[in-house]
């Protein structure tokens, strides 16, 4: 009867040890991707703020391009539902 009372016992550690290291890992990545979102962030403001006057038609094209991929990256498509 012990045994069965201490492997019970046993058994609840470990189950409360893998949901302790389940909630890091998902702490972690939550962080992790809250970091890359915050540098995604950083470079859109800043092809926002790039003067574009002088460029030549493809090179304003791109820069288009280039901000609208930032964008839907950080809030997602517009009606896709991808947003991060």
Known sequence: ?????EFQQKMA???VEA???NF???????EKMLEYKNK???KFTELLA???SKMEAWAKAAHVRAV???S???WGGVGTGDAM
């Open 13 to 15: 550690e470990h189950r």
């Open 40 to 42: 995604l962030l950083e």
């Open 1 to 5: 009867m012990d045994d069965m009372k």
């Open 68 to 70: 609208t991929n930032l």
């Open 72 to 74: 839907d990256q950080i």
């Open 19 to 21: 949901a302790t290291w």
């Open 50 to 52: 790039f003067d574009t």
């Open 24 to 30: 890091k890992a998902a702490q972690e990545k939550e």
